[in-house]
């Protein structure tokens, strides 16, 4: 697997053409930071690595099609050209492009299937734009699957979404009070047992139709260390 570096940055591809570029982002590493600057960001590791973005939409973040919070890591694709920009915008638009995740939640689901259909709004607090579940705000709907129960401590889950807020799978766990493990900034409570370092959410796979093709691919990004470690103390608890 080809992997980009910039310091002690490595960002793995998995998957490349003319018109597009899928990695696997490292959590920690943000897609853009204050004022849009480039420095640091995703963005950056790729130009550095002689891959050119497309930027004719926004030069100050060249490539962006989607977004990945900092602190989830996983499959994120990357415009190389116009079309590829235009097709997978309009693929996430028409819900052809899927987005699958994985996340560690607090607690014990009842159901082992089920579906959040909450909307979702802006709120202002501490100085921070955060989102809310909010009856006035824009459609918002997740999709989960319990994989496996870790006692009363936490539920691995399986997650697809269908539309793409900023947070949605935050703010829609927080809300039937299964936050994230890790994520405190949406109601997670530490706990002395796991120790968690960032919020477990991890994009595991994205689907999409090859631009100029009927190809349909699935990119996948495997579990990274840290989410499996907590996964094993999780487990030695049970």
């Known amino acids: 697997m080809r ?8 960002v793995p591809i998995l998957y490349e053409d003319a018109d597009l570029l899928l990695v696997d982002k490292p959590a ?5 930071v204050a004022k849009r600057r480039l420095e640091g960001t995703l963005s950056e590791v790729v130009l550095a690595n002689g891959i050119g973005l497309y930027d004719g939409m926004d030069a100050e973040l060249p490539g962006v099609v989607h977004r990945l919070d900092q602190d989830t890591s996983g499959v994120m694709a990357l415009a190389r050209s116009q079309t590829g ?24 689901f009842q159901e082992k299937k089920g579906r959040i259909d909450i909307p979702i709004g802006a709120k202002h607090a501490h100085g921070l734009l955060l989102r809310r579940a909010d009856s006035s705000g824009r459609p918002s709907e997740t999709e989960f699957e319990v994989i496996r129960s870790f006692g009363e401590q936490a539920s691995l889950l399986r997650l697809q979404i269908s539309t793409g ?8 766990l927080s809300y039937i009070r299964h936050p994230v493990l890790g994520d405190y900034t949406y109601g997670y409570q530490p706990s002395q047992d796991i120790v968690v370092n960032r919020q477990m959410l991890h994009a595991c796979a994205l689907t999409f139709v090859v631009p100029g093709s009927c190809e349909l691919v699935r990119v996948c990004a495997p579990l990274p260390r840290d989410m499996v ?4 103390a999780l487990a030695r608890r049970i």
């Open 3 to 10: 992997e980009l570096r910039l310091g002690t940055i490595v």
């Open 165 to 172: 807020r900023t947070h949605q799978i935050r703010v829609h």
């Open 229 to 232: 470690s907590v996964l094993g």
């Open 85 to 108: 920009w235009v097709e997978f915008r309009r693929q996430l638009v028409t819900r052809q492009a899927k987005k699958e995740y994985v996340a560690l939640a607090a607690g014990t």
């Open 28 to 32: 920690g590493l943000p897609v853009f």
